[in-house]
């Protein structure tokens, strides 16, 4: 399952459902965002895809739309806070598995 699909695999798929096209369509754009780090194409982006028919893509690019600064800053810089979000997040798990077995500290 790992094999890579066949552009025949791939006509077939998109020729079935239209979907999927537009779907790889966006994630590939928004990927080169941010590989370009460019802020004009990420209004672009946002504009093209707020008018999609798909749902849960419109509803990606109007959630850029209202965090657009932080997004913009996403982009446009190297910086990241993944370093504090993973040890917020292994924080809550200690303290997830503290307040559900108290005992297991003892």
């Not at 798909?54 to 810089?77: C, H, M, P, Q, W």
């Not at 993944?82 to 307040?99: Q, S």
Request: aromatic fraction near 12%; charge should be positive; include cysteine.
């Amino acid at each position: 399952m790992n094999a890579e699909l066949t552009r025949a695999h791939k006509n077939f798929i998109y020729s079935r459902y239209p979907k999927m096209w537009e779907l790889e369509c966006c994630i590939k754009e928004f990927r080169t965002i941010f590989r370009k780090r460019n802020v004009p194409l990420l209004y672009l982006f946002i504009e093209k895809y707020c008018k999609s028919k798909i749902r849960t893509i419109k509803s990606f690019a109007e959630g850029l739309k209202r965090d657009l600064d932080v997004v913009e800053n996403a982009v446009a810089y190297d910086y990241s806070n993944g370093f504090v979000e993973g040890t917020n997040n292994r924080l809550k798990m200690i303290k997830r598995i503290i307040a559900e077995e108290p005992q297991a500290l003892k």
